[in-house]
């Protein structure tokens, strides 16, 4: 190594001892595990494992909360319930996911990602099995509970995870990997129509009862495969690691999953992130800079739940209303409409977030969705071949403005919008405020669809409008920003 003659025989010194081996990164602070995560973003092996296997968890959540669409009327008839204690039965995992992503939030930025993730992946196993052995409703409603706790706490976390082991720009930035939970929950969506479909097929029908059981026990499959291969793949955020002070774990954590020799120099500055982790986050949330970006990401998420579980939860029944069809063609027609347009939405999302940004499809998104909700009010009870063809075109036009709008972006605004020492309290506080508005938009559609018929599509389509108004009045564009950065 060349010694600068320039330098005092002390700054020599001094030089030496805080340069870097040959090839070899240094870290002097959390802001450069920072910038190497940025650079590097999710290529090596590990760290691409790290995001698939969050994007695991997010399956998990869409798949645990739509497990039960097709199974609650064999529920009702078993267990003899009332309609309140169907209802008990139904809305008790959305009750659980709003106490789980308060509780998550906290928690995630508290005690790091790693250890809530691993925790929640059991919350799954233990409930599905519970679930699936159920000998009463309230056994099954306590197991739908835990199981909702699983669900609320998982989505903080794993959009930690998302956003902080990928890069900052370009194809698979942070925005992109954000956004993938997007396509990753309708896939979940149509393997539990498959599982249903299959379960119809094999099951003879002096055992139709077992459907249920079924559905709601294979849950535990893909939670068991995620604990298996925790060991080998999963690490804790870098970035998280760093902000805690412990540069030393953050590079060993660098060394695993991308490749990346980092040694940490001993002029280095280890102190925690200026931000400690506390309750009193959740108000930072609405203090300052972030006061707007929480207020246009909780209006966009409030707007998207109500506006999709009322048309997307309700799709066999609209189906059905439409066609008068079978249940096994209502299945097949929601199964073909969710992966045809929801699921391709969130890949195209996936693909373009990138180069055009979040804001623009978020945009394009609610538009197409307003219009398809008010022409569904326009064409009212269909008449006629044309007019069914035409509902079905219209569903499929919200779905797919859905998948790479609203539907991809909510998370990457609730996730881009803080830093890594509030991101657990803000994705907590948006799903929080999201599950709220969700087991609102169950509970109201059902009411609101038999008093207004049809037109309960003018009523839902001022979901899509609120959400396209927030975004024109905060232009916040979260993706390709270094949100990080503000930590340091």
Request: with cysteine; glycine share 10%.
């Amino acid at each position: 190594m060349s010694v600068d003659l320039t330098l005092s025989p002390a700054e020599a010194q001094q030089a030496a001892a805080t340069a870097a081996p040959p090839n070899k990164a240094v870290i002097r602070s959390a802001a450069d595990v920072s910038q190497l995560v940025n650079q590097g973003g999710a290529q090596a092996s590990n760290a691409r494992m790290v995001v698939a296997i969050a994007l695991g968890g997010v399956f998990l959540d869409a798949y645990d909360l739509g497990a039960l669409a097709f199974g609650l009327e064999d529920v009702t008839r078993e267990f003899n319930l009332t309609p309140a204690g169907t209802g008990m039965v139904a809305s008790a995992i959305t009750f659980g996911a709003i106490v789980g992503a308060f509780l998550g939030g906290y928690f995630t930025d508290r005690i790091g990602r790693y250890r809530v993730f691993m925790a929640d992946m059991l919350f799954f196993v233990v409930a599905a099995i519970a679930c699936a052995l159920a000998p009463n409703e309230y056994v099954l409603a306590g197991a739908r509970f835990v199981m909702g706790l699983g669900v609320g706490i998982d989505l903080p976390v794993a959009m930690a995870f998302l956003a902080e082991f990928s890069k900052l720009q370009g194809r698979g930035n942070k925005a992109s990997r954000v956004a993938m939970w997007c396509p990753t929950w309708y896939a979940a969506i149509c393997v539990s129509y498959l599982l249903v479909l299959l379960c119809y097929a094999v099951l003879p029908e002096s055992h139709s009862g077992l459907l249920w059981r079924i559905i709601l026990g294979f849950g535990a499959v893909p939670a068991l495969v995620i604990i298996a291969v925790r060991s080998k793949y999963m690490s804790e955020s870098p970035v998280w690691a760093a902000n805690q002070g412990d540069l030393e774990g953050a590079a060993r954590i660098l060394k695993r999953s991308y490749g990346i020799d980092a040694v940490v120099a001993p002029d280095a500055v280890a102190k925690p992130a200026k931000r400690a982790a506390s309750w009193g986050n959740y108000a930072v949330l609405l203090q300052g800079v972030y006061r707007s970006r929480t207020v246009l990401a909780t209006t966009m998420s409030i707007a998207s739940s109500f506006a999709y579980n009322a048309v997307a939860f309700g799709l066999p029944v609209i189906i059905a209303s439409f066609l008068a069809q079978t249940m096994l063609n209502t299945i097949l027609i929601s199964l073909a409409l969710n992966l045809l347009f929801a699921f391709v939405g969130g890949l195209i999302g996936v693909r373009l977030v990138p180069r055009v940004g979040a804001w623009k499809l978020t945009v394009v998104g609610y538009a197409f969705q307003l219009a398809a909700l008010v022409g569904l009010a326009l064409v009212g009870k269909p008449d006629g071949v044309s007019e069914v063809v035409a509902a079905i075109a219209l569903l499929a036009v919200f779905l797919l403005g859905q998948g790479f709008g609203p539907g991809a972006h909510t998370m990457t605004y609730a996730s881009l919008s803080y830093p890594t020492s509030l991101r657990g309290v803000g994705v907590g506080f948006n799903q929080t405020l999201m599950r709220a508005s969700s087991t609102l938009s169950l509970f109201l559609f059902p009411v609101l669809a038999a008093a207004l018929s049809t037109k309960v599509f003018w009523v839902i389509a001022l979901a899509p409008l609120a959400g396209l108004l927030a975004l024109l009045a905060i232009r916040w564009e979260p993706a390709n920003y270094d949100v990080d950065a503000e930590d340091f």
